[in-house]
T-cell receptor
Framework: GENVEQHPSTLSVQEGDSAVIKCTYS??????FPWYKQELGKRPQLIID?????GEKKDQRIAVTLNKTAKHFSLHITETQPEDSAVYFC???????????FGDGTTLTVKP | DGGITQSPKYLFRKEGQNVTLSCEQN?????MYWYRQDPGQGLRLIYY???????QKGDIAEGYSVSREKKESFPLTVTSAQKNPTAFYLC???????????FGSGTRLTVV
């Protein structure tokens, strides 16, 4: 089955700096890669996603890149703010299986 | 107001008891999922359902059971066979394979 590895497990940055979280996946049949943000005690929420026919996608301060050949994708957050502090999860969705496999999460702390 | 509702928010189970977690959605989504979240870990898939009256085991199905008699509802039963049920349980739904998940607010289950 699919295996998703996410790094780093914790990340601390100063407000205004950039943050990068990386994920790798194993199953070449995975074709949809969402990212979720989970604030403390709350539900995960979809913040950005990318499909296998696209290399990069941006939405204001966040962007995601995908390298299908290397089977890795990354989340980039620029001009970080304290409210960006949360746990971020990557996932790989396999259309054939009809389910997502999640990474273990990255705890991002943005220090004011 | 469309959404996905989980109840109860907190649940306490005695040893040897079965308990049922409720998950209801009014988003008209076909697919529904149950994930377990333990501290410092990612989301692990318990069961999922693509259509009514059909469901598949996820990665950690042992000790759990589900039903999907209605499109809107996907209850999860934690049986006495689940030896370590204390965790945060998240239900999710998805419109189809092109979209990410909408999560419920979760149920925190504790064995007492």
């Amino acid at each position: 089955g699919e295996n998703v590895e996410q790094h780093p497990s914790t990340l601390s940055v100063q407000e205004g700096d950039s943050a990068v979280i990386k994920c790798t996946y194993s199953d070449s049949a995975s074709n949809y890669f969402p990212w979720y943000k989970q604030e403390l005690g709350k539900r995960p929420q979809l913040i950005i996603d990318i499909r296998s026919n696209v290399g990069e996608k941006k939405d204001q301060r966040i962007a995601v890149t995908l390298n299908k050949t290397a089977k890795h994708f990354s989340l980039h957050i620029t001009e970080t703010q304290p409210e960006d502090s949360a746990v971020y999860f990557c996932a790989a969705y396999n259309t054939n299986a009809g389910k997502s496999t999640f990474g273990d999460g990255t705890t991002l702390t943005v220090k004011p | 107001d469309g959404g996905i509702t989980q109840s109860p928010k907190y649940l306490f189970r005695k040893e040897g008891q079965n308990v049922t977690l409720s998950c209801e959605q009014n988003l008209n989504h076909d697919a529904m999922y149950w994930y377990r979240q333990d501290p410092g870990q990612g989301l692990r898939l318990i069961y999922y359902s693509q259509i009514v009256n059909d469901f598949q085991k996820g990665d950690i199905a042992e000790g759990y059971s589900v039903s999907r008699e209605k499109k809107e509802s996907f209850p999860l039963t934690v049986t006495s066979a689940q030896k370590n049920p204390t965790a945060f349980y998240l239900c999710a739904s998805s419109a189809d394979r092109r979209y990410g998940y909408t999560f419920g607010s979760g149920t925190r289950l504790t064995v007492v």
